[in-house]
């Protein structure tokens, strides 16, 4: 079961936020920067969004370090199956960790992380890539992030090729 923030915590405007992550993917240019403009939407639009990037399956099998907004980190290819990203990207599906210190299958990046959610961008149940973010809080992910972060990698899975 996910532990739920705190009360007094401020819940982020999901359906704002949406349609600005529909203008930044709608623009003009490199898909790339593109991607980049949201990660730095999406890490300022909450405060337990601490590091926000994307991995992207280079090869099969592996990912590598896509646009990113946060702390720079040693992890830039990640083999499927290591780590929260590897895990995430073998089974295709969401994984939220609200508590790292408990996952043995774990890359730390900074001794400042303390939780993470890991979301596929998947086509047609084939993983392109993903969306990573961690967190310096403790238990901080709600399942209305989840379903936002789900949405917002639909919506970026939509326009790779
Ligand atoms: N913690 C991740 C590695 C990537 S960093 O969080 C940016 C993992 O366990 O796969």
Redesign the pocket.
Known sequence: METQRPKDAQQPDFSALLLRVEEILGGAGPLVDRLAALCSLLRGAAPHYD?V?F?LVESPGWLA?GP?CGAP?G?VH?PFG??????AAQRAETLVVQD?ARES?????SVE?RA?I?VPLLREGEVLGEL?I?SHRLAPFTPADRAFLETVAARVARLMT
């Open positions: 590091w990037g991995y370090l990113f980190t992890h990640i290591l780590g929260v990203c590897g895990q790292i299958n774990y890359l730390a990046c992380v993470e890991v990573d961690d």
